[in-house]
């Protein structure tokens, strides 16, 4: 079970933290991502992290402001955003995959939360 928390209402340029809780024993083993999705558009991979935290990736359209990483004793993937902008609205959902070649394809990832809705105002 995946349970995400931190998403909010905020202006252009400000930052949020979202925080995601994994549930079980064997959380280092997943690969975990960050997804979102807009109003009317299709889901879309932000940035994925792998099982140590020693491997990133990221879409384009978030390097440079977004940050993944993971803290495995406590059983938490965080996504930090930095200069967030009104396009970076959506809800985002935190996701778990058992295969260590997991990107970006929705498809490979076998858990997901239930999403936290991140608002930016211009």
């Known amino acids: 079970q995946l349970q995400a928390s931190g998403g909010g209402l905020v202006q252009a340029g400000d930052s949020l933290r979202l925080s995601c809780v994994a549930s079980?024993?064997?959380?280092?083993?997943?690969?975990m991502g960050w997804f979102r999705q807009a109003p009317g558009k299709e889901r879309e991979f932000v940035t994925r992290?792998?099982?140590?935290?020693?491997?990133?990736y990221y879409a384009d359209f978030v390097k440079d402001r977004f940050t993944i990483s993971r803290d495995n004793a406590k059983n938490t993937v965080y996504l930090q955003m930095d200069s967030l902008k009104p396009e970076d609205t959506a809800v985002y959902y935190c996701t778990a995959s058992r295969f260590s070649n997991s990107y970006s394809d929705a498809n490979t990832y076998d858990y997901w939360g239930r999403g936290t809705q991140v608002t930016v105002s211009s």
């Open positions: 992290v792998s099982g140590s935290g020693s491997n990133t």
């Open positions: 079980g024993r064997t959380f280092s083993s997943y690969v």
